[in-house]
């Protein structure tokens, strides 16, 4: 076994003796003993003696020893034959920790995370020291838990990198330093971050980031690779000199399947194309690669943005010159589908307005929800035509920005909306979306969608699939059909840039662009802090070879009013 797998397999002791109600001073030997190995330069396995390692006493060097040899140590058998082994993913859930896990299972019978999701409403709000408020976090958390890998929203992975990243780039040692991975690609969710720096002082650097005080736990330090978890989540950074930065951050950018294509092309010049760099076939000596823009030249190719870095065609269009001219965040001149506190927004009308003109936005449409959507305080008609008198209102009061009033309409089950259409002709802008009865069928679906798609009203569809990244599914919808209908249709489908959304998601959206269907960007923003989301549907929409000519909401006001007057 290798030193990662022991110090899990320790976790798995400590969170164990935990659940069981173990002594304090017990468990905190295994504890260190785990955090010992994990941070050990070499594999324990190889020690003459692991009592070297800080803080492993006799018994602990004793079930080091079995795990190092692939065997069971016994005090892990034992444990496992009394304790029921899902109780450890029990622990994981937020706001369960090893001693709730152990209540929930000695005095209800919990053994894992699906029976405790399974428990009934009020069984554990009656145990001792249990209110109705932790019971409902507790059985929301085993609810929405996703036992296949949970994988980071992009705008918590952003937060985490960038914070990790003035971390490095601060470092005097450091000369150049970038987030790589997922997480620069932009994917819609992110499983472990990819850290990598310039550096002459590769092993000074890699100290002071294993050092840092937002590190819980070093899995591996090396002088040119330190692995570290914070926060639950998996950091690796890597650390090269100077003249090899390029050839790093474009490996460790991936995808794999970019970098393999790559390589191929590479091997066809006579190259060999590593995390060092380009090597001449033959003499095995690397070339220094420094900057990305110098590998890609080398290889005869312009600079491929790493949102396109999927071997999605990336390098035959490279090659042909035909890269599309990419969607930029400074494109977007307005947002068509934001909330206010008419319905269940917090911003009002004024503090949303005040947040987009600081975004530099010609227009704004509140689109807040329609009548029957009583969770989500729909607006009755009355209420909304109070809204667009409000909004007209604010809109003669800010001369840098166009407030106009939409609706986000429900489409109802049978596909009719929740508006009259002589109200909904009294709007700007008409965005329809389904929130309810999910489970209608592939077939009754897309004909719900499609019949709202043929009111002259319906701009755009929002979120047109439902998902819910790591908490729902997308409905059963035919989205191909849905971008046939929209082309004929002439309406619009939302990319919706909420971070738990992503919806459509990049396949459509390129299906969408390729039949020359437009797309509207928005953020669903329900608050003003969220308007900044519009970073995100954009770097989906460069993933998908959008340009700008494809988004609505890139047009500037004079055209956007013009194709707001033709109508569909
Ligand atoms: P993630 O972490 O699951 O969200 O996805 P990535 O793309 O960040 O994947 P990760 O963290 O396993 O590796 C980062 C990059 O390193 C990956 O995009 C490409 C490169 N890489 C990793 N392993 C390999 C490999 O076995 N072969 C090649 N060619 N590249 C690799
Ligand atoms: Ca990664
Ligand atoms: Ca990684
Ligand atoms: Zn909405």
Known sequence: MQNGEIARSLENIVALLEIKGEEHYRVLAYQRAAESVAAAGRQVGELEDVRELPHVGETTSGVIRELAAGRTPEILSELLSEIPPGLVEVTRL???????????????????????????????????????KSEDRILEAARTYNSAERRMLLDDATELGERLLAFVRDCPETEQAEVAGSLRRQRETVGDLDLVAASEKPGSLAVAFAGAEFVDEVVAHGSTKVSVKTAGVDVDLRIVSPEHYGALLHHFTGSQAHNIVLRERAVKMGYNISEYGLAREGTGEYEPVATEEDLYQKLGLPYIPPELREDAGELEAAEEGRLPDLLEVGDIRGDLHVHTNYSDGQGTIESMAEAAIELGYEYLVFCDHSQSLRVANGLSPERLREKLAAVRKADGEYGEIRLLCGSEVDILKDGSLDYEDALLAELDFVVASVHTSFGIGEEAMTERVVRAMDNPHVRTIAHPTGRVLNRREPYEVNVSRLIEEAERTGTELELNAYPDRLDLSVPYVREAIGRGVRITIDTDAHDERALGFMKYGVSQARRAWVEKGSIINCLPWPEFEQYLKAGK
Do not use: C, D, Q, Y
């Open 94 to 132: 937020p706001n369960v920790g090893p001693r709730t896990a152990g209540r929930l299972w000695r005095e209800l019978g919990v053994t894992g995370v699906e029976e405790l999701a399974a428990v009934e409403g009020g069984r554990i709000s009656a145990l001792k020291g249990f209110g109705k």
